[in-house]
């Protein structure tokens, strides 16, 4: 039977839980009624309290688990949609990220963040955060991408001792399917080539990444091979595979749905520019959301990410330059 995106991250806070008693599970109706997207449901009754219940509070989510996690806890903190967690901003990167460096104490936290856009969600409830988290030294942010990496990956995020922001995409849940769950995985902080190509590289992340995968089976029926790179991780990222992406394409478009300003692809294409210029044949070009508030309206919000449509309009004027 097949498993969803968010079946693998249910399955893999199980496992989890039942290989170290250190590992619980904190968050807001994350209990009885199984997370607000059900990502926990079954799991309160499977491990009597180590699935709690948190106040309506961020702020008091993410202290209380930097206090367990110096402790010796693993908790994971469940953030109901990935744009609350700015509430808890201050003890995120003033608390976690600089603990370790400041104690010799390593604070084991894996935040997850409920990310990205759909329908009708909204300015407050669609924000993609990873380019924010990432800018901070100490803190690893994994975008999954696929159902294997929804589950592999977070298995990783609960055992690595640097607190970790776990962006797993809204979209994906019940959109992704695999036949079974991975018994092996590519390293944290190691891109994947999703796709081969030779006249433009196109990397990803998160939802955008079947996207980017759906625009190069487009370019594909007109003789144009587009190379796509799952980045995986927005920090750190895995330069050493963009390089050599763009050194058999020489062309780089980047796409990510977080907003334009200081973005995750930025950092991308300035990497490429400091480091692999020379392998360029034309300007690196990116792609993301408006540089607005995301809109609810479902055709407001289409028109506001990027698209399959957009990715391949992107590419077309790429492969003119």
């Known amino acids: 039977?097949?498993?969803?995106?968010?079946?693998?991250?249910?399955?893999?806070?199980?496992?989890?839980?039942?290989?170290?008693?250190?590992?619980?599970?904190?968050?807001?109706?994350?209990?009885?009624?199984?997370?607000?997207?059900?990502?926990?449901?079954?799991?309160?009754?499977?491990?009597?309290?180590r699935v709690i219940d948190s106040p309506i509070s961020e702020d008091a989510m993410i202290g209380s688990a930097i206090g367990a996690a110096i402790e010796g806890m693993r908790p994971i903190v469940e953030m109901q949609?990935?744009?609350?967690?700015?509430?808890?901003?201050?003890?995120?990167?003033?608390?976690?990220?600089?603990?370790?460096?400041?104690t010799g104490v390593p604070c084991p936290i894996t935040v997850r963040l409920p990310s990205g856009g759909t329908e009708g969600s909204g300015p407050f409830h669609s924000q993609?955060?990873?380019?924010?988290?990432?800018?901070?030294?100490?803190?690893i942010v994994m975008t999954p991408?696929?159902?294997?990496?929804?589950?592999?990956?977070?298995?990783?995020?609960?055992e690595i001792d640097d607190p970790v922001i776990f962006c797993e995409h809204k979209f994906l849940?019940?959109?992704?399917?695999?036949?079974?769950?991975?018994?092996?995985?590519?390293?944290?902080?190691?891109?994947?080539i999703a796709r081969a190509g030779r006249h433009a590289t196109v990397v990803a992340n998160s939802a955008m990444v079947h996207e980017a995968l759906k625009s190069a089976r487009e370019l594909a029926e007109q003789g144009w091979e587009i190379e796509v790179v799952d980045l995986r991780t927005a920090k750190p990222?895995?330069?050493?595979?963009?390089?050599?992406?763009?050194?058999?394409?020489?062309?780089?478009?980047?796409?990510?749905?977080?907003?334009?300003?200081?973005?995750?692809?930025?950092?991308?294409?300035?990497?490429?520019?400091?480091?692999g210029f020379h392998l360029l044949d034309a300007p690196p070009q990116r792609l993301n959301s408006k540089d607005t508030p995301i809109p609810y309206?479902?055709?407001?919000?289409k028109a506001h990410r990027p698209t399959h449509q957009s990715i391949s309009a992107a590419t077309r004027d790429l492969l003119s330059l």
């Open 1 to 49: 039977m097949a498993i969803t995106y968010l079946e693998a991250i249910r399955e893999a806070q199980s496992k989890a839980l039942a290989e170290n008693e250190s590992v619980y599970i904190y968050g807001q109706d994350v209990a009885e009624f199984g997370g607000a997207f059900k990502a926990t449901k079954g799991l309160a009754e499977k491990f009597p309290g």
């Open 81 to 102: 949609f990935a744009d609350f967690s700015s509430i808890a901003f201050n003890q995120i990167i003033n608390q976690a990220a600089t603990h370790f460096w400041r």
């Open 128 to 139: 993609s955060m990873e380019s924010i988290y990432a800018h901070y030294p100490g803190i």
């Open 145 to 158: 991408a696929t159902v294997e990496d929804a589950y592999t990956m977070l298995l990783e995020a609960i």
């Open 173 to 192: 849940y019940y959109h992704l399917k695999a036949d079974k769950l991975p018994t092996e995985n590519l390293p944290v902080g190691k891109a994947r």
């Open 237 to 275: 990222i895995d330069t050493d595979t963009i390089l050599a992406s763009i050194a058999r394409t020489g062309r780089l478009l980047c796409v990510c749905e977080g907003f334009p300003w200081g973005g995750l692809n930025a950092e991308v294409v300035s990497r490429v520019v400091a480091e």
């Open 297 to 301: 309206h479902p055709n407001l919000w």
